[in-house]
Nanobody, 121 residues
Framework: QVQLVESGGGLVQPGGSLSLSCKAS????????MGWYRQGPEQQRVAVAH???????GLAPSVKGRFTISRDDAKKTVYLQMASLKPEDTAVYYC???????????????WGKGVLVTVSS
């Protein structure tokens, strides 16, 4: 059974930095796209960043220049480095990955349970 587990959330002051990690585990044959969404208080879940298996990446305009996404395929892990954090970055951050399990021939999207990032003084 495939699982995604996020780590690295917490409380940070405005202007600070924080790094998130998300590790996939299970019977994985291949991982295509990986990325991050976030959901702020009383807001819808929105895309933050994504990265393909060829390392092509994209960032939401609201985080461009402040956040960086990367992945380590050997570790089946995607990272989100966040800098110059603002109070409006406060949200639960969810990672996702498009994964082909060893028992399947097509990819399925999996989600982590989310990790809380709070930006406050």
């Amino acid at each position: 059974q495939v699982q995604l587990v996020e780590s690295g959330g917490g409380l940070v002051q405005p202007g600070g930095s924080l790094s998130l990690s998300c590790k996939a585990s299970g019977s994985i044959h291949h991982i295509y796209d990986m990325g991050w969404y976030r959901q702020g208080p009383e807001q819808q879940r929105v895309a933050v960043a994504h990265i393909s298996s060829s390392d092509a990446s994209g960032l939401a305009p609201s985080v461009k220049g402040r956040f960086t996404i990367s992945r380590d395929d050997a570790k089946k892990t995607v990272y989100l480095q966040m800098a110059s954090l603002k109070p409006e970055d406060t949200a639960v951050y969810y990672c996702y990955a498009s994964i082909v399990e060893t028992s399947r021939t097509h990819a399925v999207d999996y989600w982590g349970k989310g990790v809380l990032v709070t930006v406050s003084s």
